[in-house]
């Protein structure tokens, strides 16, 4: 009884969990709909399959000549309505889920991010830049490489390429796209937890890209106001290029 009692509360926490970043969810609802959905045909062809292969095998003697089927109206009717339900079914819900996925909700606060090789810029609407490249220290950058994110708010990306091509890859939101040279791509994300997040190149660049990330403070809006307001973005811009032509 008690561990049943904790099997529930447990279960009860994982369906309760508050959701961490969007629009991951949409894309691991999808999953585990297709999941589901794979794993109980398997189990209707499957089971079945095992249980026929063993009671209709071959024994000497008994059936030798075969028996003719002609056909069955309701069989057919049947497999074929079925799978043509779960096909529609599953085709509009991953859709729906792709849509939310692709359009980032009314009122996101918009970034520009540029990739380059091999790092990251990013300006903010009122003109503030950060730059975020590898630092020698490991994974882990300075306070003025972060790029601050509002927790709670949704963030649409314009991105692009100064030089080659980049994929700009949220990792706590799971999604991903590629900055192109000459192109504007975009995501959105949502990050609702307060801390620092990886962001980084998915798409293979040259010698220093498994070095080529940002890190997201996600800070509550408040603070993040103030740290979006409180900056020369001049005047720290120009020290930080120096930095990266010198490197
Ligand atoms: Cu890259």
Request: hydrophobic letters at 45%; aromatic letters at 16%; glycine letters at 6%.
């Amino acid at each position: 009884m008690k561990y049943l009692l904790t099997l529930l509360a447990l279960t009860g926490s994982v369906f309760a969990e508050e959701v961490l970043a969007y629009p991951r969810v949409y894309w691991e609802n999808s999953v585990k709909v297709w999941f589901w959905v794979a794993v109980i045909i398997y189990l209707i062809v499957a089971i079945p399959s095992i249980y026929f292969a063993i009671k209709y095998r071959y024994k000497k003697g008994e059936r030798e000549e075969g028996e003719h089927i002609e056909g069955n109206t309701a069989l057919e009717v049947v497999w074929t309505v079925i799978p043509t339900i779960i096909v529609l079914f599953l085709g509009t819900y991953s859709f729906a889920n792709f849509v939310k996925q692709r359009n980032a909700p009314e009122g996101a606060l918009e970034l520009k991010v540029v990739a380059f090789m091999w790092g990251w810029e990013f300006e903010y609407p009122n003109g503030k830049k950060v730059y975020a490249f590898f630092n020698p220290e490991g994974f882990t950058a300075p306070e003025e490489q972060k790029a601050y994110i509002p927790a709670g708010k949704p963030v649409k990306v314009y991105l692009t390429s100064r030089d080659v091509i980049h994929s700009f890859f949220v990792h706590p939101a799971k999604i991903t796209e590629d900055a192109v040279p000459g192109r504007i791509t975009k995501l959105w994300f949502q990050i609702n937890k307060p801390g620092e997040y990886f962001v980084f190149c998915r798409e293979y660049c040259g010698t220093w890209h498994a070095r080529m990330f940002a890190i997201l403070k996600v800070v509550p809006e408040e603070e993040f106001n103030k740290w979006l307001g409180g900056a020369e973005p001049a005047q720290q811009t120009s020290s930080i290029e120096a930095n990266i032509t010198t490197q």
